[in-house]
């Protein structure tokens, strides 16, 4: 009885729980959508939007009240020189295997195919670690080069499941980009937030386990209430 209670919880916790995130916060997702795109507008501070984007998803995906505007900038201000080096190296890497993968996928040489996987599987590896490296951003304070390498790490760490989550994210990401302009409504409204949070949901539970409960939850909020 206890054992088919405990399955039933552990289920809740799962797509279920997903899912129901989705439908009752489907309006704080949008506005978090909103928040982002204005945020990356510089360009040069995506990776402190994808920090605060991250911090915002993983408390909506826990169902937790917050005040998401508050939340939102505080996240994005914190440790904002290490975020946007650490950031940047990493969707550099990103950005570089996905321009590789596209080129060798149009061209028609000998070796291209051979390139080109090798390139695809760079493209997904690349973004599992970003996930990692975002996520960990928004709860907990390393040095740079330890959340560099537990980025890279962690992919192989991560369970099935949650790489399957990742790469979930990537595809979300990656149709909004292959139909656009058609899919920008999407791409304002909720595909990003939509992609934080899938993400989030895949690498959330190793990376607390593994690095947030061995060093100390962050506080990225810093508010001097306790609504946050």
Do not use: H
Not at 159 to 167: D, K, M, T, V
């Amino acid at each position: 009885m206890n054992d088919s209670v405990d399955n039933g919880e552990r289920q809740e916790m799962g797509l279920a729980l997903f899912f129901r995130v989705i439908i009752k916060r489907l309006l704080t997702l949008i506005a978090l959508n909103l928040l982002f795109c204005v945020s990356v507008l510089p360009v040069l501070t995506l990776p402190n939007a994808l920090a605060a984007l991250y911090r915002c998803a993983g408390l909506t995906l826990k169902e937790e009240d917050f005040p998401l505007i508050k939340t939102f900038f505080a996240a994005f201000t914190s440790e904002f020189f290490k975020t946007l080096a650490s950031g940047w190296v990493m969707l550099l890497l990103l950005g570089g295997a996905a321009v590789g993968a596209v080129f060798y996928w149009s061209v028609s040489a000998s070796l291209s195919l051979l390139f080109a996987l090798l390139c695809t599987v760079m493209t997904l590896y690349f973004y599992a670690a970003n996930c990692n490296l975002f996520y960990m951003l928004s709860r907990v304070r390393l040095p740079l080069g330890a959340l560099l390498k537990n980025a890279f790490l962690l992919v192989f760490l991560q369970p099935i499941g949650g790489n399957a989550a990742c790469l979930l994210s990537f595809l979300a990401l990656a149709a909004s980009a292959w139909w656009f302009p058609g899919t920008i409504p999407l791409v304002v409204l909720i595909s990003c937030s939509l992609a934080a949070m899938l993400a989030c949901y895949g690498v959330r539970n190793r990376i607390e386990k593994s690095v947030v409960s061995k060093n100390g939850p962050e506080d990225r909020l810093k508010c001097e209430n306790s609504e946050c």
